[in-house]
């Protein structure tokens, strides 16, 4: 038996790759490398029970046939979702973008399911699909929720498709909701976004948005720990989590101090105009973990730690150190 990871040359997909390795498990991994690198497999490729290829999950011919082989060799009987467009600006530009890399890919791969009778999926969503709802709190049963991202938008739109799918042939569907998760590889975010400018201009970082924009944000390590927790401990049909620091989390003033004292300490911060970075960015939340909490599961660091730590990675990434 074995498990399949779609986005697995990304961020969390790589990071949970090696994770269920080390556990044991049997991983086939596909990406379509638009946004992911095998650059970052390097640590998990030449496993003897890691298998990878390169699939467009929007084109659902050249999926089928792609799943169909190592389901063949070794029954999947679980799929992680990873695969999405996490280009957030550029889903606002070109609706389609999201349309396809995040919502197709996620009904191409419940209509594969269905045919190839595997059961149990694991989804990656998103603090997205609240919306902007300012200083609530955001519970897993707050509602309507409103996203102001097509991102968003297509994040919800999977998740209705797989609470629809369980009612037709799916046994089991775990939807875990991410926060800002940091670490390395980095491949996109603001700690990133703010070591290359610095790099490119050492005397001054250009923040967008008035360094107000204040999110909770979580070390990758412990997202995939939550995620492989939640599978362990949850019995319900259908699990899903936020998952995220237990506090109010950090602005984006913090980071950007943190990344400037790193990289280059007498550089000057020069912040912009409004609370919003850009359109479809959400510039304040305060996630609810406690349904996690509950099930028993809590981060061993905050926000500001996992900032902390995540400059260092980074910064150490981006020096080729």
Same mark, same amino acid.
């Given at each position: 038996?074995?498990?399949?990871? /779609? ?5 969390? =997909? ?23 690198? /095998? ?13 990878? *290829? ?22 999947? /009987? ?52 609240? @919306?902007?709802? =300012? ?16 991102? @968003? ?33 980095? /491949? ?21 948005? *008035? ?34 620091? *237990? ?75």
């Amino acid at each position: 038996m074995s498990i399949l990871i /779609t986005g697995v040359a990304g961020f969390v =997909g790589c990071n949970l790759a090696a994770a269920m390795l080390e556990r044991g498990e049997e991983v086939v991994g596909f990406d379509n490398l638009s946004l992911g690198s /095998t650059s970052n497999l390097k640590s998990v490729r030449g496993h003897p029970k890691f298998v990878f *290829d390169v699939v467009d999950l929007a084109d659902i011919a050249a999926y089928r046939r792609a799943l169909r082989a190592p389901h063949s060799r070794s029954r999947i /009987t679980e799929i992680w979702h990873l695969a999405a467009s996490s280009d957030i600006p550029a889903g606002i530009a070109d609706p389609q973008v999201d349309l396809r890399d995040t919502f197709l890919t996620t009904f191409n791969t419940l209509l594969l399911m269905k045919e190839l009778s595997i059961d149990t999926i694991a989804f990656a969503s998103s603090s997205a699909v609240y @919306g902007d709802l =300012g200083e609530r709190d955001l519970t897993e049963d707050i509602g309507p929720l409103l996203p102001i991202s097509n991102y @968003g938008a297509m994040k919800l739109a999977s998740e209705g498709a797989i609470s629809a799918a369980l009612e037709s042939h799916l046994h089991r569907a775990f939807i875990f909701r991410f926060p800002n998760v940091v670490g390395v590889p980095a /491949t996109h975010g603001v700690i990133l976004d703010f070591i290359r400018k610095l790099r490119a201009t050492p005397g001054k970082l250009e923040v967008l948005g *008035d360094g107000a924009q204040q999110k909770s944000y979580l070390h990758v390590d412990e997202l995939v720990d939550a995620m492989l927790f939640i599978r362990r401990r949850s019995s319900d049909k259908l699990s899903y989590y936020n998952i995220g620091a *237990d506090d109010k989390g950090v602005s984006v003033r913090y980071i950007a101090e943190q990344v400037v004292e790193r990289i280059a300490p007498d550089a000057r911060i020069a912040f912009g105009q409004g609370s919003k970075g850009w359109v479809g960015d959400v510039p304040k939340f305060i996630y609810s973990t406690a349904k996690l909490s509950n099930l028993g599961w809590r981060p061993a660091l905050g926000s500001a730690q996992a900032v902390l730590k995540a400059v260092g990675e980074v910064a150490a990434q981006e020096s080729g150190k």
